[in-house]
């Protein structure tokens, strides 16, 4: 006698729903992998228990470990107080200022010598 597959207890347990939910868990942590570039988890645990007369109770837990992001930084500098600031203290600051809009340039078109030109 041989085992039965053990695919054949996924489509069957809980009506196929441990089969289901493994394949959307599985769909989610290549997406956070491909996205984040680092590694992930999925860990199926499956629990067998005495259920008497020769039954079993069996159980299912399942665990994904997605890879956390990346999360930026931002550059402070410190401050003889030792207060941090964004501003580098040590950098000058140009004393700018906002303009207007430039006036829109007019074509006048072609020149009267090169206008005679073309006739």
């Known amino acids: 006698m041989s085992a039965r597959p053990f695919l054949d207890l996924l489509r069957e347990h809980r009506n196929g729903l441990t089969h289901e939910e493994l394949t959307e868990a599985l769909n989610e942590i290549v ?40 999360k930026g930084g931002s550059i402070f500098f410190v401050t003889p107080e030792n207060n941090l600031i964004r501003q580098d203290p040590k950098q000058p600051s140009l004393p700018l200022r906002e303009i207007g809009a430039a006036e829109p340039v007019r074509d006048i078109g072609p020149s009267a010598s090169a206008a005679r030109a073309l006739a």
């Not at 499956?46 to 837990?61: L, S």
């Open 31 to 70: 997406e956070a992998v491909a996205s984040e570039g680092k590694g992930g988890k999925l860990t199926l645990t499956i629990a067998v228990k005495p259920h008497g007369d020769g039954a079993v109770m069996v159980m299912d837990e399942l665990k994904i470990t997605k890879p956390k992001p990346t």
